[in-house]
């Protein structure tokens, strides 16, 4: 059992920092999955790595130059693992997607991804949640990221929900992506956000 430990906790030392992992990434290992389940929990308890969720935990980044101390993933790293570890695709959407493209300052208590897996939700250690929301194959579709997350994001918002402070941002973001590569993606858009996206290119 003390070399099995030993093994685990080699394993969780020779990750990258900052790295989130599930007791499933130490199936290589061939150990009972309840003692690593218990080392995992000894090893939170120490603080050596942290609990994100239920059977979700990170070997967290620790900064100390300016004394920020033991820094968290971002909701978008965790979702991503999750993504990876389950096979399926994901894209932010509402609040967090106008957050991640600077129409927000504001970070949503409940983020929320689209997803071609399962729709369900994760429980985070500070009260949050992410969301994983069934949605149909076109929603994964598109060329251009910037303008995935913008349709997704515009969506949300509304017709009479954008600001002047938002549309220039906006404009600012559709700077460097040409007509061409607009072209594209221009088929998978509402009709109102394409008639609204068009008009910045005019």
């Not at 399926?88 to 129409?103: E, F």
């Not at 300052?105 to 939700?121: A, E, I, S, W, Y």
């Not at 598109?142 to 913008?150: D, G, S």
Request: hydrophobic share 40%; charged share 20%; aromatic share 10%.
């Amino acid at each position: 059992m003390q070399n099995e430990t030993k093994q685990i906790m080699s394993s969780i030392q020779s990750m990258e920092r900052g790295t989130v992992f599930f007791p499933s990434d130490f199936a290589y290992l061939a150990i009972n999955s309840k003692l690593v389940l218990k080392v995992l929990e000894r090893a939170t308890r120490a603080q050596i790595i942290l609990r994100l969720a239920m059977g979700i935990y990170c070997y967290p980044k620790v900064e100390e130059k300016y004394g920020l101390g033991v820094l968290y993933p971002s909701y978008e790293e965790i979702a991503q693992r999750i993504a990876q570890r389950d096979n399926i695709k994901i894209v932010p959407t509402g609040a967090y997607a106008q957050n991640l493209l600077g129409l927000t300052t504001q970070v949503p208590m409940n983020v929320v991804f689209l997803t071609d897996g399962r729709t369900k939700t994760i429980k985070l250690f500070n009260g949050h949640t992410i969301r994983f929301s069934h949605a149909a194959q076109k929603n994964f579709a598109f060329k251009c990221k910037t303008l995935m997350l913008l349709t997704f994001a515009l969506k949300d918002m509304g017709q009479d929900g954008i600001t002047d402070e938002q549309t220039q941002r906006v404009r600012s973001l559709l700077v460097n992506i040409p007509l061409e590569q607009l072209k594209l993606d221009l088929h998978l858009m509402p009709d109102w956000i394409r008639n609204y996206i068009l008009k910045f290119y005019e």
